[in-house]
């Protein structure tokens, strides 16, 4: 009888660990079949000779929680903190980079460098945590917006 229940045990573990393979394996390759084409928004890095960055796929995936504006020495401070937020960036050697600003509390929207944030400003350059603010590409910084530091993890 103990010959026959070891041999009935190492039956149903062979069974269950061939139906969890067999899981597993469907649902890789349902996942695979049903997921993202390369070229798609959601995957901007698929295609790495490709020099432009959707906009949109940036404001997905960035995010933050708080500004920290600075105006250029010499300028009025018009508080620029209540008018804009800075949620993320995206800047490469590379490439102008992008970044999410909200303006006036709307919902942020990605704005490349050149392009026009309000009525008398447009982005003028951005860095790995700033992005810098002017009336015009060519003429000097307004302001700078940072993200806030990063607070280590305890």
């Keep these: 009888m103990q010959t026959q229940s070891i041999s009935l045990w190492r039956l149903r573990l062979a069974t269950f660990l061939l139906a969890a393979v067999a899981t597993a394996s469907a649902t890789h390759w349902a996942l695979k079949w049903l997921g993202t084409p ?11 000779a490709s020099s432009q960055t959707d906009p949109q796929a940036v404001a997905r995936f960035l995010a933050g929680d708080q500004v920290i504006a600075k105006a250029v020495p010499g300028l009025p401070v018009v508080s620029a903190s209540s008018r804009f937020k800075l949620l993320g960036v995206v800047a490469a050697p590379s490439s102008r980079g992008h970044a999410l600003i909200s303006v006036d509390g709307k919902p942020a929207r990605p704005y490349g460098v050149g392009t026009q944030v309000t009525d008398d400003l447009v982005l003028h350059s951005v860095a790995s945590r700033s992005a810098s603010l002017a009336p015009s590409l060519d003429g000097p910084i307004s302001m700078t917006l940072e993200l806030p530091k990063l607070v280590p993890a305890r």
């Design 38 to 48: 390369s070229n798609s928004p959601m995957a901007p890095w698929a295609s790495p």
